[in-house]
């Protein structure tokens, strides 16, 4: 079974820095994909960025990069240049196959302040 | 964009009421998911189909069960409701590929009360 582990519960990062989520994983399977997701406080979950076990080059979208390390199992999230509407909860998660159900971690809950 | 939409955003029930969610998605996905979402627990996955009448258990199928009698249409059933099943409950959808995001709906705040 895949598990995915989020160490940070709460963090906190001023307007305009990066900040670093961390999301490990545990798996025995050599082909996977990895997802990050944000949920403001509206409740909605946003598709923030994909990064494929096979990919060779870290993912990007915009101002959100995956630190994939694939040895140490680990797909941390970055945040460059935070913004006040970056806000939110954030949730790692994994999927075994195509198409196949997610597994999530817990989230960190993420606050920027001015 | 593909949408995906839930029936009711707030829900209250009584103890032992059957208890209908009702999910549809408008972009012909295959897939589709409920998950459950409690504080420091994160999402749970509680059933998911590849197809129409087919079902899946996830982690927590326990006092729910589903249906897909039409391809966009994905049905949570909680045949006598408790005040443990009080939860955030998310649909979603996707494609059958490694890189489909899942797609989520609003998600519906059931209380059992």
């Known amino acids: 079974a895949q598990k995915i582990t989020q160490t940070q519960p709460g963090m906190f990062v001023q307007e305009k820095e990066a900040v670093t989520l961390d999301c490990t994983y545990d798996?025995?399977?050599?082909?996977?994909?990895l997802f990050w997701y944000k949920q403001p406080s509206s409740g909605e979950m946003i598709f923030l960025i994909y990064q494929g076990s096979y990919d060779e080059q870290n993912a990007t979208e915009g101002r959100y990069s995956l630190n994939f390390q694939k040895a140490r199992k680990s797909a941390n999230l970055v945040i460059s240049a935070s913004q006040l509407g970056d806000s939110a909860m954030y949730f790692c998660a994994m999927t075994p196959a195509p198409g196949y159900a997610l597994n999530f971690g817990k989230g960190t809950s993420l606050l920027v302040t001015p | 964009d593909v949408k995906v939409t839930q029936s009711s955003r707030y829900l209250v029930k009584r103890t032992g009421e059957k208890v209908f969610l009702e999910c549809v998605q408008d972009m012909d996905h295959e897939n589709m998911f409920w998950y459950r979402q409690d504080p420091g627990l994160g999402l749970r996955l509680i059933y998911f189909s590849y197809d129409v009448k087919m079902k899946e258990k996830g982690d927590i199928p326990e006092g729910y069960s589903v249906s897909r009698e039409k391809k966009e249409r994905f049905s949570l059933i909680l045949e006598s409701a408790s005040t443990n099943q009080t939860s955030m409950y998310l649909c979603?959808?996707?494609?059958?590929?490694?890189?489909?995001?899942?797609?989520f709906g609003n998600g519906t705040r059931l209380t059992v009360t």
């Open positions: 979603a959808s996707s494609q059958g590929e490694y890189n489909s995001p899942l797609h």
């Open positions: 798996t025995s399977d050599q082909s996977y994909g």
